[in-house]
């Protein structure tokens, strides 16, 4: 659960949240709910997901 307190301008306080729900990768994961996923689609999608992630960490091994 996230909380954010409020002092004086929501504005303010809505970017942080919304910041917040960014950074904590709920706003991807309630974009990603808002229809149904085939499985086919999902496994096709965790796959990309997981090249990405390993394609990234081959880039920062490659830097140091």
Do not use: C
């Not at 301008?9 to 996923?37: F, N, S, V």
């Not at 499985?39 to 990405?52: H, L, V, Y």
């Amino acid at each position: 659960m996230i909380e954010i307190e409020v002092r004086g301008d929501i504005e303010q306080a809505i970017r942080l949240l919304k910041k917040k729900m960014q950074l904590d990768g709920m706003k991807k994961e309630l974009k990603r709910r808002e229809y149904y996923e085939k499985p086919s689609d999902k496994r096709r999608r965790k796959q990309a997901e997981s090249k990405r992630k390993i394609r990234k960490l081959m880039m920062r091994t490659e830097r140091d």
